[in-house]
């Protein structure tokens, strides 16, 4: 695959976390690091649209580069373009499940197994997910220098299989311009493991 076309939606699919839902979002990813790219071109773009969410000018220059060449329908992909500027992240974060407080994370003790001094892999953080009405969440958050589709998708079902069927995996590349929803997660997460590398940025300041 072009390695800017992937680039481009996997950017595109960062941006989306928050704003479509979980159920839909996780398996965009995982097409995506599967390589299944008609299948994206085909769905995402009427998918925004049923689900109202519009996207600002940086997106949809992300979504134009990422699923256009892969056939993605214009006329679909030209209506996601807003007129009003993204929507405030709806979510508050904090550092650890209410509910397990003093229990044993078994989740991150195994993701803690799978990355630490993984190569390409920097900083693995997670935090909490709340909104009223709804159970939290956990969000993990990785700084990584390549295949970061792949390795979305390769968490995505770690934590499927451990429980969580609509996995919110953050898998961003270094110096990432953070959307709302991705600072205030950064801002209330916990260490987990580093990687084998330095990405030359700190999520969260010492």
Same mark, same amino acid.
């Given at each position: 695959m072009d390695p800017d076309i992937e680039a481009a939606c996997h950017e595109l699919l960062l941006r989306?976390?928050?704003?479509?839902?979980?159920? !839909? !979002?996780?398996?965009?990813?995982?097409?995506?690091?599967?390589?299944?790219?008609? /299948? !994206?071109?085909?769905t995402l773009p009427r998918t925004l649209l049923k689900h109202n969410i519009d996207l600002d000018q940086p997106e949809y220059r992300l979504l134009v580069a990422? @699923?256009?060449? =892969?056939?993605?329908?214009? =006329?679909?992909?030209?209506s996601t373009l807003g007129v009003d500027e993204?929507?405030?992240?709806?979510?508050?974060? /904090?550092p650890s499940a209410p509910d397990q407080v003093n229990s044993v994370d078994s989740v991150s003790? @195994?993701? =803690?197994? /799978?990355?630490?001094?993984?190569?390409?892999?920097?900083?693995?953080r997670q935090s909490w997910r709340q909104r009223t009405g709804e159970e939290s969440k956990r969000v993990l958050l990785i700084t990584a220098l390549s295949g970061l589709p792949r390795l979305t998708g390769e968490l995505q079902r770690v934590l499927r299989v451990l429980g969580d069927e609509e996995p919110s995996v953050e898998v961003m590349p270094p110096r990432f311009e953070l959307p709302e929803y991705h600072q205030a997660a950064l801002a209330s997460s916990e260490l987990v493991c580093v990687g084998a590398v330095d990405t030359g940025n700190r999520l969260v300041a010492a």
């Open positions: 989306l976390a928050g704003r479509m839902p979980d159920r !839909l !979002l996780w398996r965009y990813r995982d097409w995506l690091g599967e390589g299944a790219m008609s /299948t !994206l071109a085909r990422g @699923l256009v060449p =892969h056939g993605a329908d214009w =006329h679909q992909v030209s993204v929507g405030e992240n709806r979510y508050t974060f /904090t003790a @195994l993701v =803690h197994a /799978t990355l630490r001094g993984r190569p390409d892999v920097g900083e693995v």
